[in-house]
Nanobody, 122 residues
Framework: VQLVESGGGLVQSGGSLRLSCAASGFTFSNYHFSNYHMSWYRQAPGKERELVAHITGVGGNTNYLDSVKGRFTISRDNAKNTAYLQMNSLKPEDTAVYYC???????????WGQGTQVTVSS
């Protein structure tokens, strides 16, 4: 499974960005994007990678890092094999490289994207 993130960039404080994570390369013809939980992580310079948002493969249940609740929304379009992270009211402390992760619901195997830079200026 390959994951490609896009949508990062430079934005002023209070602005918005929408990140996308496109998945491809499923091994089995009957193995669908919905068989994967999807998550967004971020890593700021000098800090550990942290989980920002998570959405389950079936049911689409979500959870968020406390500091982004009410500002960020994770979603998925299983028909397009794509997960999204809508980020509103961005703050300078949201500056980081954002990574997409897919986790196989059955095997637990994880796949990571290459990351996309988000920079929020004050």
């Amino acid at each position: 499974v390959q994951l490609v993130e896009s949508g990062g960039g430079l934005v002023q404080s209070g602005g918005s960005l929408r990140l996308s994570c496109a998945a491809s390369g499923f091994t089995f013809s009957n193995y669908h994007f919905s068989n994967y939980h999807m998550s967004w992580y971020r890593q700021a310079p000098g800090k550990e990678r942290e989980l920002v948002a998570h959405i389950t493969g079936v049911g689409g249940n979500t959870n968020y890092l406390d500091s982004v609740k009410g500002r960020f929304t994770i979603s998925r379009d299983n028909a397009k094999n794509t997960a999204y992270l809508q980020m509103n009211s961005l703050k300078p402390e949201d500056t980081a490289v954002y990574y997409c992760k897919a986790q196989d619901i059955i095997s637990g195997r994880e796949y990571w994207g290459q990351g996309t830079q988000v920079t929020v200026s004050s």
